[in-house]
C-alpha cells in the first residue's frame, strides 16, 4: 500500500480534578501559552493509551477517561503540520506537575482559564464544558 | 519537527438511507468483505470534508452529515497498517452506486447485515446502532 501525506493522529485530554476544575499544562516549546495536556499517537498505541500516558507525562496524574468526545481537524489548527485531536475528558486525583514538554501544570476554574490558549484549545475548552452541562456535542 | 512513525488518519461514514437502511460497500481489494464506505484523510482536509468525498467517491451519494460518532483505533483493526477511523453518521437520498475502491455499494435493513464485514465495521455498525436507538456512546 502506498504512503500518502496524511494529518497526523494526536490526543488531547480535558482533565477533571475536585472543586470543578480542569488542568492545562504552559507549554515550553513554540507555539506558547497554555494547553491542554496532549501529543501525537504512536504507532501501533490506541487513542485511549495515548491519552493516559500524555497525561501521565505532562502533569504526573493518573487519569481515568470517562468520555472519548469530539475530534478536530481544522489544517490551521497547528501552525507546524496538519494535526487530528481526538479529544478526551477523564478524571483524576491529586495535584497536577509539570514534566515533559510542560514547562508548568496546573489547575483552574473553569470561570478563570488562563490565556493566551495555544491551537484551539479555547474552542475545544468551551466545546467540553457545554458538554459537561448540557450533555450536548457540537454537530458537524 | 521531526516526523513520527504515525497511525494514518481515515474516516468511515454511517449512511442512512429513508426505510431505516444502511449503505455499505463491497470491496474490490484487500480486505474483501463488505464494508461502511470511508478511507484515508488528505493534508489539508478536514475529517468532515474527507467524509462527505469518500461517501460520494464510493457510493454517488451527497451525505449531510449529522453526527460526529466515535474515533476507532485498535492497531489490529486494519491488516495492512494501523490507522484511525473517525466515524460520523449521516444521511443521504437516492440510491447507492458502487465506484472508486468499491466494487457495487447497496443499501442494508439493519436487521439483515451482510457478511463478512471487514475490519471492525461490524463493531462499528453495532455502537452506531445502539446510538442511534438509545444515544448511547460506547464510553473508553
Redesign the interface.
Known amino acids: ?1 502506498p504512503e ?6 494526536t490526543v488531547d485530554v480535558v482533565i477533571l480534578l475536585p472543586g470543578d476544575r480542569v488542568v492545562l499544562v504552559h507549554r515550553k516549546n513554540p507555539p506558547l501559552g497554555w494547553a491542554l495536556p496532549g501529543g ?9 493509551d495515548a ?1 493516559v500516558r500524555e497525561a501521565r507525562e505532562e502533569t504526573g496524574l493518573a487519569v481515568v ?4 468526545f ?2 478536530y ?3 490551521r489548527r497547528d501552525p ?3 494535526t ?1 485531536s ?1 479529544v ?1 475528558l477523564g478524571r483524576a486525583a491529586g495535584e497536577p506537575a509539570g514534566g515533559d514538554d510542560a514547562a508548568e501544570a496546573r489547575a483552574f476554574a473553569w470561570g478563570a482559564l488562563p490565556s493566551p490558549l495555544a491551537f484551539d484549545h479555547a474552542e475545544i475548552l468551551a466545546d467540553a464544558r457545554r458538554f459537561l452541562l448540557t450533555g450536548a ?4
Not at 40 to 48: I, S, T
Not at 65 to 68: A, R, T, V
Open positions: 500500500m500518502f501525506r496524511n494529518p497526523a493522529p501525537f499517537v504512536d504507532e501501533g498505541e490506541k487513542l485511549e491519552a477517561l470517562s468520555e472519548q469530539l475530534a481537524s481544522d489544517p507546524r503540520r496538519h487530528v481526538a478526551f456535542r457540537r454537530r458537524p
